[in-house]
């Protein structure tokens, strides 16, 4: 049975699947050890530096906190409806509270609002990126007009946007009742400018550069305006495009970390941040822990990008790296 | 008089370069039958596209102009259908999808979805490419994708058919294949088509009339030849043919010994002020 599954597995194709594990185990070993030798050497005021046993246990020690922090969430909202039921028992038209947990944020809440927020302020970058890409890529003037703006905008730091962009928020968005915290409309903002950029450039270059001749087709056919954009310029830049996004993506993601550690808003970042002024003999370990998933989920997102571009874009030929 | 079915009228065309304008051509003027096939040949980069383009109403000429059927044209349309060198199919749609989207266009509102397939499938068949219709370009080969781009133009039923070194990518051999079926499809459908070429015996083996272009700039009609050769033509019985060779002849003695580039002819034919622009034209003539 089993023969026949390996008998058309020559030694050639053995060696490059062993060769396809085994170089990167190997790799991954050695950064490892020389993490682990060289951790020792460190001493720092919060302690020894860790090495990858003790940030290992860390991450399991996050692990136990996050299980508990559900745990006794799950038995105050138990407590709170055995309380309720009882109220209404002795008088139906008792008035009973219902309040929400407000328990302190694990590291796994962390990662999930970061993960909300770079998501809002990537989706709202594109929203805006991709349709001024086209506009610009179709027209020369438009082009040469937005160019030197964009080019101005494209390296200011997140940093430097973090202070105006709080600011904005608070003046413009006053609502009583605030469907979204302002922390999480400043992060996803800060994220939507400074990412948008290589959208936008890489779909006015894709559109600008699509070849001349299906725009002479287009033109023969007497295509309108949204039809010409719809069948053929968005397809034809839509590699180019992907590009963009992926760039984007990543660069969002950076600057969120960056973005929720300087202005304290709920994230990974703050996380980091919250770590680093705790300052306990097992800080350093969990910020390390840290660092890990937001490398971690940094690549899923890229991978998750190009996962999309290979369904979506029609160059399946094109290096996907 | 006969009515005349596609005029170029005294076309002029000029380009303005950074170095001052370029004249591509000067006074073209040429006037086309109903269902006539007429090839434009002439050395590289004399401005064989600019007619053509200028006919497409991808161009407009800046004096001059053409006319179809009574009517001045000024921008694209699929009347004038083009067939590109490279044949510029979509690469994200099927070769059936390629040829719905001009279809589409076209006869969207005469046709309803029954014919329009039936349409599509027709002009696929007709140039040989029924099988492979869900293909997309990538899948199917350089000849393939050069008849499914005349598919494409054929369906559209223009009035003129234009195209521009359609054969140009392609080798020896498909080359002959593909020229023996547009001569079926021309017997069929009797189309007016003007042909860039650069290969003789492709002008003198698909032709009604062979245009020879003089040598920008200001490059104009040189010379026109009629070849007055029965059709259907067979190119092996061709080949020891009299007046066959005779009319090869008379276009490769105007191409080689009257439009020879030489440095001499280059530095009469530029007007002050022009780019020297032509300086390295490599004769492409097969
Ligand atoms: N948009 C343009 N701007 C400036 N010059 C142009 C432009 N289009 C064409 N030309 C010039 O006009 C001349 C004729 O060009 P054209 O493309 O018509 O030549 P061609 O005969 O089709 O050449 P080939 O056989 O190489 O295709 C060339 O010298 C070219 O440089
Ligand atoms: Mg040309």
């Not at chain 1, 003037?141 to 997140?158: D, R, W």
């Not at chain 1, 970042?269 to 306990?280: A, I, L, M, T």
């Not at chain 2, 547009?182 to 290969?199: G, K, P, R, S």
Request: hydrophobic share 45%; charged share 20%; proline share 4%.
């Amino acid at each position: 049975m089993y023969a026949s599954v390996f008998k058309n597995i020559t030694s050639e194709d053995l060696k490059a699947m062993i060769r396809a594990l085994l170089l990167p185990l190997i790799a991954m070993s050695i950064f490892l050890g020389v993490w682990s030798a060289s951790a020792a050497q460190v001493q720092t005021s919060l302690g020894q530096l860790p090495g990858p046993a003790d940030v290992y246990k860390q991450a399991s020690n996050l692990y136990d906190e996050h299980i508990a922090e559900r745990d006794k969430e799950a038995a105050f909202y138990a407590r709170q409806e055995e309380r309720n039921a009882k109220k209404l028992e002795a008088n139906a038209d008792a008035e009973i509270k219902v309040r929400s947990y407000t328990g302190k944020a694990t590291f796994f809440d962390q990662i999930i609002t970061s993960l909300i927020t770079v998501f809002t302020g990537f989706m709202i970058a594109s929203l805006i990126a991709i349709p001024i890409g086209i506009v610009t890529g179709l027209s020369n003037g438009l082009y040469q007009a937005i160019n030197p703006i964009v080019q101005l905008l494209k390296p200011v730091s997140p940093l430097a946007w973090l202070p105006i962009v709080t600011m904005i928020v608070s003046a413009v968005y006053v609502t009583d009742d605030p469907m979204f915290s302002k922390s999480y409309v400043t992060s996803a903002i800060t994220v939507t400018l400074c990412c948008m950029w290589p959208t936008l450039i890489n779909t006015a270059v894709g559109v600008s550069t699509m070849d001349k001749d299906l725009n002479n087709v287009s033109k023969v056919l007497r295509l309108g305006w949204l039809t010409n954009i719809y069948k053929i310029v968005l397809p034809s830049s839509m590699p180019m495009i992907f590009t963009g996004l992926r760039l984007s993506l990543s660069i969002g993601w950076m600057v969120l970390i960056a973005a929720e550690m300087l202005a304290q808003n709920p994230g990974l970042g703050k996380f980091v941040w919250d770590e680093f002024q705790n300052g306990s003999s097992n800080s350093l370990g969990r910020i390390i822990v840290a660092v890990i998933a937001i490398g971690l989920i940094g690549f899923m997102l890229d991978r998750t990008m190009l996962l999309l571009q290979r369904r979506f874009s029609w160059d399946k030929t094109a290096v996907l790296r | 008089m006969s009515f005349e079915h596609l005029n170029i009228d005294h076309v002029s065309m000029e380009f303005p370069t950074p170095k001052g304008v370029y004249v591509a051509l000067e006074n073209v003027n040429l006037v086309i039958e109903k269902g006539e096939f007429v090839s434009l040949i002439g050395h590289s980069g004399c401005g064989k596209s600019t007619v053509l383009n200028v006919v497409a109403g991808l161009h407009q000429a800046t004096k001059g102009g053409v006319v179809l059927d009574g009517k001045e044209v000024n921008e694209p349309g699929p009347d004038r259908a083009v067939v590109f060198q490279n044949h510029s199919l979509l690469p994200w749609l099927t070769s059936y999808q390629n040829v719905e989207l001009a279809v589409k266009q076209v006869f969207g509102k005469t046709k309803n979805k029954n014919e329009m397939k039936e349409w599509i499938e027709h002009n696929l068949a007709l140039v040989h490419m029924g099988y492979a219709m869900h293909k997309r370009p990538e899948e199917i080969s350089g000849g393939m994708k050069q008849r499914v781009g005349i598919a494409r133009a054929l369906a559209m039923q223009p009035k003129v058919l234009l195209m521009d070194e359609p054969f140009g990518a392609l080798d020896a051999l498909t080359r002959a294949h593909m020229q023996e079926s547009l001569m079926e499809i021309q017997a069929e459908l009797n189309n007016t088509v003007i042909m860039i070429t650069h290969d003789v015996d492709e002008a003198v083996l698909l032709s009604d009339r062979i245009v020879m272009m003089t040598n920008g700039p200001a490059a104009t009609i040189g010379e026109i030849l009629k070849v007055e050769l029965e059709r259907p033509r067979n190119r092996v019985e061709l080949a020891d043919d009299a007046k066959y060779n005779y009319y090869r002849h008379k276009v490769l003695e105007f191409l080689y010994e009257r439009q020879h580039v030489t440095g001499e002819k280059q530095a009469v034919s530029k007007k002050e002020g022009k780019s020297s622009q032509l300086n390295v034209v490599n004769p492409r003539v097969a």
